[in-house]
């Protein structure tokens, strides 16, 4: 069964450093996301991409984060000068329509630790 | 505010019981609802799905009911095993259009 597939399996960055994190979608969905889950919380939705932009981001996706889909396959979540609280769980997902009501597929995730 | 939340954070079964996990949710607008289930080290994992046009969905073991009176989702996973030992979170479709906003989580915990 095909799924969504995340490098590395663990980060660990210094506090102000940048980091890429990355993500091989399902090959043929259109719609990808990145969730966050900070430890013994809730996942948390950041943005969702489609058609090379982004279509919704909330609140938590400041100015330190950027997504691209830099070719065909990879969807990448970028965060910039990196603080403490951004030590999570980074998910991956993808889903195949571009309209809703269609499950979104995870990852196993990045684990990011600031240090 | 809005929110998706659980009615309790751990559940203890023994094998072979049913489970049923509950959650509450107060957007009367979601259309559109997923249970998951998150084993330790792994990503969320689709259990299933239902839309707002339905109140009872079935699938293999697990059936999860929604009451839109209520606002009140839940899933039942009949005979439950060691396997089905996760945290499960339901997640309706948020106001932005396509993200999805998760709960807080039930830890199903099943004694052999």
């Known amino acids: 069964e095909p799924e969504v597939t995340q490098t590395p399996s663990h980060q660990v960055t210094q506090m102000g450093q940048e980091v890429i994190l990355r993500c091989v979608p399902i090959?043929?969905?259109?719609?990808f996301y990145w969730y966050r889950q900070i430890l013994g919380q809730k996942v948390e939705f950041l943005v969702s991409f489609y058609n090379n932009e982004i279509s919704e981001k909330s609140e938590i996706f400041d100015d330190q984060f950027s997504v691209e889909r830099p070719d065909g396959s990879n969807f990448t979540l970028k965060i910039r000068s990196t603080k403490l609280e951004d030590s999570a769980m980074y998910f991956c997902?993808?889903?195949?329509?571009?309209?809703?009501?269609?499950?979104?597929?995870f990852g196993d995730g990045t684990r990011l630790s600031i240090l | 505010g809005e929110s998706v939340g659980l009615h309790l954070p751990t559940l203890s079964v023994q094998e072979g019981d049913n489970s049923i996990i509950n959650c509450a949710y107060s957007?009367?607008?979601?259309?559109?609802f997923i249970w998951y289930k998150q084993e330790s080290g792994k990503g969320p994992q689709f259990i299933i799905d239902?839309?707002?046009?339905?109140d009872k969905r079935q699938g293999q073991r697990v059936t999860v009911l929604l009451n839109k009176t209520v606002k009140h989702l839940s899933l039942q996973i009949a005979a439950t095993q060691p396997g089905d030992s996760a945290v499960y979170f339901c997640?309706?479709?948020?106001?932005?259009?396509?993200?999805?906003?998760f709960g807080a989580g039930t830890r199903l915990t099943v004694k052999p």
């Open positions: 090959s043929n969905h259109l719609y």
């Open positions: 239902i839309r707002s046009n339905m």
């Open positions: 957007n009367s607008a979601s259309d559109y």
């Open positions: 997902a993808s889903t195949g329509l571009v309209s809703g009501n269609q499950p979104q597929h």
């Open positions: 997640a309706e479709k948020g106001n932005r259009g396509n993200d999805m906003r």
